[in-house]
């Protein structure tokens, strides 16, 4: 499959919070954390648990930096 996103970062979920909604996976990548917000559906239909090996990919038409 070919996507647009042109970031795709391998981490590994440290975390996931979930409610009947909504879900919070927090990830481990190189080092640093990254927090992705998806729905519970889709946490429960790709079997994620916390250790899980997972790719994010990123798109945005935005990337606010500060130094």
Sequence with gaps: ???SARNNLKGRI???KTN???AEVLL????QE???SITADSVKR???K????VNALVKASSVV???
């Design 1 to 3: 499959m070919e996507l």
């Design 14 to 16: 440290k975390n996931i």
């Design 20 to 22: 009947d909604i909504n």
């Design 28 to 31: 481990d990548v190189g080092g």
């Design 34 to 36: 990254m927090c992705s």
């Design 46 to 48: 790709l079997g994620l």
């Design 50 to 53: 916390v250790g899980d090996e």
């Design 65 to 67: 930096i500060g130094k």
